[in-house]
T-cell receptor, first 114, second 115 residues
Framework: QQQVKQSPQSLIVQKGGISIINCAYENTAFDYFPWYQQFPGKGPALLIAIRPDVSEKKEGRFTISFNKSAKQFSLHIMDSQPGDSATYFCAAPILTGGGNKLTFGTGTQLKVEL | DAEITQSPRHKITETGRQVTLACHQTWNHNNMFWYRQDLGHGLRLIHYSYGVQDTNKGEVSDGYSVSRSNTEDLPLTLESAASSQTSVYFC??????????????FGSGTRLTVV
């Protein structure tokens, strides 16, 4: 069963637009929700993460919004640029036999067009 | 600088052969993980380790094994390679307590083809 559901699977956005990727999760060991960015031929790299004593975290053009009651969190990329074209993964420490590991979503391929 | 390296970057092997993928990290992280990445499935956990001599099965562990004899290395062995194991494999490491530091650090991956 899919414990971290990510959508959409792919996304095309015009340069300067807003990219939005959503994730929903089941029970977690603790509240820590990271997003990873992966370029072709590379490993995923941590982009931004939130520990929800706050409902939103912003770093530059990237913002995580978190809704604990709905068990959902999302990534917003403002003023999207062609260099943002990559695959994005959300993740959560799902409560299955240990809290120091992450379960990843299925990924979103983002393409930012000129 | 600390790093995590995987080798080889590309590997072609025949069905039934034993294959070992290497992962070496110099972060001095206790936690190490192996994931496979397949289109439509994202990153799925194969095996993980929280320290020397500790190994645990992930969600897709059948046909794979790992051993942890030191902090730096977590080799992944495919006992008898099958075509279904054609994939890109990523190793990752993290600090002892997830969420308090920089999260996972991933290697650059190994693309394995089983023919």
């Amino acid at each position: 069963q899919q414990q971290v559901k990510q959508s959409p699977q792919s996304l095309i956005v015009q340069k300067g637009g807003i990219s939005i990727i959503n994730c929903a999760y089941e029970n977690t060991a603790f509240d820590y929700f990271p997003w990873y960015q992966q370029f072709p031929g590379k490993g995923p790299a941590l982009l931004i993460a939130i520990r929800p004593d706050v409902s939103e975290k912003k770093e530059g053009r990237f913002t995580i919004s978190f809704n604990k009651s709905a068990k959902q969190f999302s990534l917003h990329i403002m003023d999207s640029q062609p260099g943002d074209s990559a695959t994005y993964f959300c993740a959560a420490p799902i409560l299955t036999g240990g809290g120091n590991k992450l379960t990843f979503g299925t990924g979103t391929q983002l393409k930012v067009e000129l | 600088d600390a790093e995590i390296t995987q080798s080889p970057r590309h590997k072609i092997t025949e069905t039934g052969r034993q294959v070992t993928l290497a992962c070496h990290q110099t972060w001095n992280h206790n936690n190490m993980f192996w994931y496979r990445q397949d289109l439509g499935h994202g990153l799925r956990l194969i095996h993980y380790s929280y320290g020397v001599q500790d190994t645990n099965k992930g969600e897709v562990s059948d046909g794979y094994s790992v051993s942890r004899s030191n902090t730096e290395d977590l080799p992944l062995t495919l006992e008898s390679a099958a075509s279904s194991q054609t994939s890109v494999y990523f190793c990752a490491s993290s600090e002892s307590i997830l969420g308090t530091g920089a999260g996972y650090t991933f290697g650059s991956g190994t693309r394995l083809t089983v023919v």
